[in-house]
């Protein structure tokens, strides 16, 4: 039973702990003074990001430590059998997941709106290239080395951002490259590294259905439907 609590709501420990102290945890500092302080803090700490990295703000503190309390106390008396508390916590993820489907496809429609009007305005440069997938590029370096194939593994140095300019990942900024196989990345990345010869250096323009199209990376700042931009610089062909 305490086991079953604890991995399905994930709510913070050290929150419940300064709740049943009297609904004061929000202002409460943390007192820390040995390893099982800060072990109790690690708990809370992870726990309270991964509900809120799940979206999950909306819990009743009072009846979480009363469902919390009588765990701990190892008492078989909770009020909720553990089947309709499995029930009630699937059918709450299920509604929560729906909910957030429906939030990021309405943010994906007004991201893809102003990409398309940035990648619209984009193509009148006459610099710009479009293939027929969408993806739109332009040459700023032409090396001279064998253009790698989709089933090839590849070097790279890049920096990617949104049309916002908006930096979300650079390897300049790691200060080393990175290599990884060329099927195995977004679609955008796929076709646009097997344009450039090894040694050349190319600006993408993705549109969101060749990128991360309404399910980008947790915790990034690439929002549902957004248009990406990469400078890539093509090092080397990395042989097996």
Avoid at 16 to 38: K, Q
Avoid at 147 to 154: L, M
């Amino acid at each position: 039973m305490k086991n079953y609590l604890l991995k399905l709501t994930t709510l913070t420990f050290a929150a419940a702990m300064f709740t049943a102290c009297g609904n004061s945890y929000e202002s409460a500092a943390p007192d820390i003074t040995d390893r099982n302080d800060s072990l109790h803090y690690s708990f809370g700490y992870l726990q309270g990001a991964n509900l809120a990295n799940q979206g999950i703000d909306d819990v009743d503190m009072n009846n979480y430590v009363a469902g919390f309390m009588t765990a701990m106390d190892e008492a078989d008396s909770s009020v909720i059998n553990d089947g309709d508390m499995q029930a009630l916590i699937q059918s709450y993820f299920q509604e929560l997941q729906m909910k957030q489907m429906e939030e990021r496809a309405a943010e994906a429609d007004v991201n893809m709106e102003q990409g398309q009007a940035f990648l619209e305005e984009n193509l009148q440069n006459s610099d710009v290239t479009e293939t027929e997938s969408g993806l739109q590029y332009r040459v700023l370096e032409e090396g001279d080395g064998p253009k790698p194939e989709a089933t090839d593994r590849v070097q790279v140095h890049y920096e990617g951002s949104l049309i916002t300019d908006e930096v979300f990942d650079s390897s300049y900024e790691r200060g080393e490259p990175v290599t990884f196989p060329l099927n195995q990345v977004i679609p955008g990345w796929t076709e646009g590294v097997q344009l450039m010869s090894v040694g050349s250096k190319y600006q993408f323009f993705i549109p969101a259905d060749l990128a991360y199209g309404n399910n980008p990376p947790q915790g990034s700042i690439i929002k549902p439907g957004s248009v990406l931009i990469f400078e890539v610089e093509l090092l080397d062909i990395v042989e097996e």
